[in-house]
């Protein structure tokens, strides 16, 4: 049974950084693209940032220039980058194949503060 586990997030004040990490079952990650997902409160989960297994990558307007998403084939793990962050930033962050093929995990809470 394939498992995401989620893991970096926390409280941080506004224009601060966080690093992300997402494990995943190795017999995922060298086929599909990964992403990084949040949903805001009171908002749907939407993409903010995905790599390909070649290692292209593509950005929401929301957060390019700021967020940095990258994947360590080795350790199975996908990572996010999070720099200069905005209070809107603040979500459940969540990581999944793209398109999504499987069960989400529990996600990573981000707060950041004003």
């Known amino acids: 049974q394939v498992q995401l586990v989620e893991s970096g997030g926390g409280l941080v004040q506004a224009g601060g950084s966080l690093r992300l990490s997402c494990a995943t079952s190795g017999s995922i990650f060298g086929i599909y693209a990964m992403g990084w997902h949040r949903r805001a409160p009171g908002k749907q989960r939407v993409l903010v940032a995905s790599?390909?297994?070649?290692?292209?990558?593509n950005y929401a307007d929301s957060v390019k220039g700021r967020f940095t998403i990258s994947r360590d084939n080795a350790k199975n793990t996908v990572y996010l980058q999070m720099n200069s962050l905005k209070p809107e930033d603040t979500a459940v962050y969540y990581c999944?194949?793209?398109?999504?093929?499987?069960?989400w995990g529990q996600g990573t809470q981000v707060t950041v503060s004003s």
């Open positions: 790599i390909t297994s070649g290692g292209n990558t």
């Open positions: 999944n194949t793209v398109p999504t093929y499987f069960r």
